[in-house]
């Protein structure tokens, strides 16, 4: 794993959330996605080296909604950008870990993305992502 892309923060509104963090980075997001296949609506942040993902749920059944019912709003996963994500996912199998995903998908701002399952990472969701390089 290269570097942290970007951390996950759950949230009910989106655009209320845009506002808040807005104000507190001073600067405002630079982009908004949906990513259909997670029933969820994305925003990013860029601080330096460093992004922030907002997520809000689309539909009932979106893991943001489940998340937050759960356990509220807040810290939701960890992004590594890692440079090849098929061998990064055969690694950390062998390794042991448990993959949500076990064959990279499209996700938000140009990304393949896999996600571990917290059960073997002590209970911090962790997303693989690699730049969809054109
Ligand atoms: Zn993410």
């Given at each position: 794993m290269k570097k942290i892309e970007h951390i996950g923060i759950a949230v009910k509104d989106l655009d209320a959330s845009n506002e808040i963090f807005a104000t507190l980075f001073g600067k405002q997001h630079y982009k908004i996605e949906a990513v259909e296949s997670e029933g969820v609506k994305t925003s990013f942040f860029k601080l330096g080296p460093n992004k922030i993902e907002l997520l809000q749920a689309?539909?009932?059944?979106s893991p943001i909604a489940k998340f937050i019912e759960k356990k509220g709003e807040g810290v939701h996963h960890i992004a590594f950008a890692v440079s090849n994500i098929e061998n990064e996912i055969e690694r950390l199998k062998k390794e042991g870990f448990k993959l949500i995903h076990e064959v990279p998908k499209k996700g938000a701002d140009n990304k393949r993305i896999a996600f571990l399952h917290p059960k073997s990472t002590n209970g911090v969701l962790i997303e693989l992502c690699e730049e969809i390089k054109h």
């Open positions: 689309t539909s009932k059944d």
